[in-house]
């Protein structure tokens, strides 16, 4: 069957950039992974972890919530294959791959305390459905017994998914300049989950899987952008009360009150340049290098992050600053090795604003709801920190992206967001203008004559 030439270079490119992608070696994630239904759980978790240009913006449902006592994750669905089977998924900026479970996978639950129905990936009965070959020059070693190009990612707690790179459509309901809805699909490569082990295989943290949504190449964000599938920029606002919700796009959400910081280059995650902290407007006295990025330290935004983290040279100061304001109000104590108060009055007539300062005079703000947490046990009015020490790392989680706008903007290279929103109410979203059609000639062109044989020939086998 015949193949539109736009049609036909999306494909080849999507194929390209997931080859490209592919390595033969383990990966070993160090972000903060926490699905729980509990602040135990969540730390534990926390600690193991560390086609064409559509006018429109693909839109995505979100659910859960950052309360560690009720959801502990935000999450959406997705739909891939042909006819679609649909899939809930973490949404995480923490990690690149989006994956989900396969109809065959060993250990996988089977049930999930979050209420939802899981299901499970049937490449069988996907008509779009293809295999990444392996061997090949960049899948040499890692292969299935079947000669299926496979991945495996294992976390610090030893929990680990392993399966098979697949390449399939993905469904997008996207919002046109006329506030219309509008649904397509568009190809993409993302793994196929066989086998998962320790706390991935707990019904009690279960989902689908996750949305990879990081700077890499096996992002759905880089493989759909580098294609003109979507624009080079995602939001996401999340809801903090209540059962939560909120708004993700892949798009730009644009309101009043928007700040935007520097990303770090060549990082694989989203990396800031944080220069100080502040405490009811008086700075900590910690030296900003330690926020810094290097081998093993630095400072990013990671919704799959349930709670915050400090660098552990700026927590003790952190917690000082924050008890000497409160102190009159409310009795410390130490819960489960964690900062906690006892009060009668309401948190937000004790505790003080804390402001995260950024490069670019952008200062995130947050008020006592974005850094505590309320414990849940026999002593009602006890308010934990929400802030847990790290060493090298300052990560930003739901905890302190909750009830604010964050845009990350990858062709301009900045984050942004405005805070003390409304994510259950429209946001406006910038719609990207059309390319020329001339424009995405020449566009295909050069790419095409930059493509390898070999990816020219993986591309044939695929179609």
Not at 29 to 51: C, G, I, M, N, Y
Not at 57 to 62: I, K, R
Not at 97 to 106: D, E, G, P, R
């Amino acid at each position: 069957m015949g193949v539109h030439s736009s049609s036909f270079l999306g494909f080849l490119i999507a194929a390209a950039v997931l080859l490209a992608a592919v390595s033969c070696n383990t990966t070993v994630l160090h972000l903060e992974k926490t699905p729980s239904a509990s602040f135990e759980r969540h730390v534990a978790q926390d600690r193991a972890r560390h086609a064409r240009l559509f006018d429109g913006v693909a839109n995505f449902p979100v659910y859960g919530s950052a309360d560690p006592d009720l959801y502990g994750i935000y999450y959406t669905k997705v739909k891939l294959g042909s006819p679609p089977q649909e899939f809930s998924v973490q949404i995480d900026t923490g990690s690149d791959l989006l994956w989900v479970n396969a109809k065959s996978c060993a250990n996988c639950p089977r049930s999930s305390s979050f209420g939802i129905g899981l299901r499970f990936f049937d490449a069988a009965a996907s008509s779009t459905a293809k295999a990444v070959p392996c061997p090949s020059k960049t899948c040499p070693d890692q292969c299935t017994e079947n000669g299926q190009c496979s991945y495996t990612i294992k976390y610090e707690d030893r929990s680990v998914t392993y399966g098979v790179y697949m390449v399939d459509r993905i469904g997008l309901d996207f919002i046109r300049p006329d506030s219309t809805i509008g649904t397509s699909s568009a190809a993409i490569g993302f793994g196929v989950s066989t086998y998962q082990s320790g706390t991935l295989g707990d019904s009690a943290l279960a989902v689908d899987g996750i949305f990879g949504l990081g700077r890499g190449p096996l992002s759905p964000i880089s493989q759909l952008a580098s294609r003109g599938v979507i624009p080079p920029v995602f939001s996401h606002c999340f809801k903090g009360e209540g059962l939560g919700g909120g708004t993700f796009v892949l798009g730009e959400i644009s309101e009043p009150g928007m700040v935007y910081t520097p990303l770090v280059s060549a990082q694989p995650h989203y990396n800031l340049y944080l220069q100080s902290i502040a405490v009811n407007g008086e700075l900590l006295p910690v030296d900003p290098a330690v926020f810094a990025t290097s081998t093993g330290r630095g400072t990013f935004v990671d919704s799959g992050t349930t709670l915050a983290y400090l660098v552990e040279e700026a927590y003790e100061p952190f917690i000082s600053a924050v008890t000497a304001v409160v102190s009159p109000s409310a009795t410390t104590k130490i819960i489960g090795g964690q900062q906690c108060y006892l009060l009668s009055s309401s948190v937000s007539q004790v505790f003080p604003v804390v402001s995260l300062n950024f490069a670019n005079n952008a200062s995130l703000i947050l008020k006592p709801a974005d850094y505590l947490y309320e414990f849940v046990g026999d002593a009602r009015g006890t308010w934990c920190l929400g802030f847990l020490k790290k060493p090298g790392l300052t990560i930003l989680g739901d905890l302190a992206l909750k009830n604010k706008i964050f845009v990350y903007d990858l062709f301009r290279q900045q984050i942004g967001w405005t805070t003390n929103y409304d994510c259950l109410k429209a946001a406006h979203v910038s719609v990207p203008k059309q390319r020329s059609s001339s424009s995405s000639s020449r566009d295909m062109l050069m790419l095409l004559m930059l493509l390898p044989q070999a990816i020219i020939i993986l591309f044939l086998q695929l179609s």
